[in-house]
């Protein structure tokens, strides 16, 4: 069974700061996905940002970066510039993949709440 | 293109009923997820479908089932209410393969009083 640790329960930084959210994983696979997702207070989940586990290059999307250390099995997200709108749950989540697939279930850690002081 | 869409938004049912809840998936997509998010154990997962077919199955008693249609609109059932049942259920839709991104839905909160 794959688990998920996100060991900061909160998180606040400064508005245009950066900040980094931490997760690690444990599995016993080689070939998954990991993914950042972002729960503002309207419950939406969105996604952030998505990392292959076979790609040793960090996946970046604009101020969202990813440090991906598989030996470590450490994924931790880099948030830079950080704007009001990032105020949000952030969950850690881990999928297997077979063939290329996601199995689309997904596991999920327990989450770090960011808040953005203006 | 219309999102995922789940219906109804809030639910309030009596300890012992039974509830359906809905999730229509964005269109085109052929697998749906269904997850249970609670403030003591989290965001949990209940089932995934991919056409039709239940393809992964979480850690929940018979109680909660779910099915597919051929349109790829999904429902889930929680049969004999429990307290504990209180949550807010998240559906997710993808293509099913590759690497597809999942979209959620708003979600359902459930409150059984």
């Known amino acids: 069974a794959q688990t998920v640790t996100q060991s900061q329960p909160e998180m606040s930084v400064q508005e245009a700061e950066t900040v980094t959210l931490s997760c690690t994983y444990d599995t016993s696979e080689n070939n998954y996905y990991l993914f950042w997702y972002k729960q503002p207070p309207s419950r939406q989940m969105i996604l952030v940002i998505r990392?292959?586990?076979?790609?040793?290059q960090n996946a970046t999307e604009n101020r969202f970066s990813v440090n991906f250390q598989k030996a470590a099995k450490s994924f931790s997200l880099k948030i830079s510039d950080s704007q009001l709108g990032d105020t949000a749950m952030y969950f850690c989540a881990f999928d297997l993949s077979a063939g290329g697939t996601s199995y689309g279930k997904l596991t999920f850690g327990q989450g770090t709440i960011l808040t953005v002081h203006p | 293109k219309a999102g995922v869409t789940q219906t109804p938004r809030y639910l309030i049912k009596t300890r012992g009923q039974q509830v359906t809840l809905s999730c229509s998936p964005i269109?085109?997509?052929?697998?749906v997820s269904w997850y249970q998010q609670t403030p003591g154990q989290g965001l949990q997962f209940l089932f995934e479908?991919?056409?039709?077919?239940?393809?992964n199955k979480g850690n929940f008693p018979g109680r909660f089932s779910g099915r597919q249609f051929s349109n790829s609109r999904s429902e889930m059932n929680v049969s004999t209410l429990e307290l504990g049942d209180s949550a807010l259920y998240l559906c997710a839709s993808s293509s099913g393969q590759g690497e597809g991104e999942a979209f959620f839905g708003q979600g359902t909160r459930l409150t059984v009083v």
């Open positions: 269109s085109g997509h052929r697998s």
């Open positions: 479908y991919f056409s039709e077919t239940q393809r």
């Open positions: 990392q292959e586990a076979y790609k040793q």
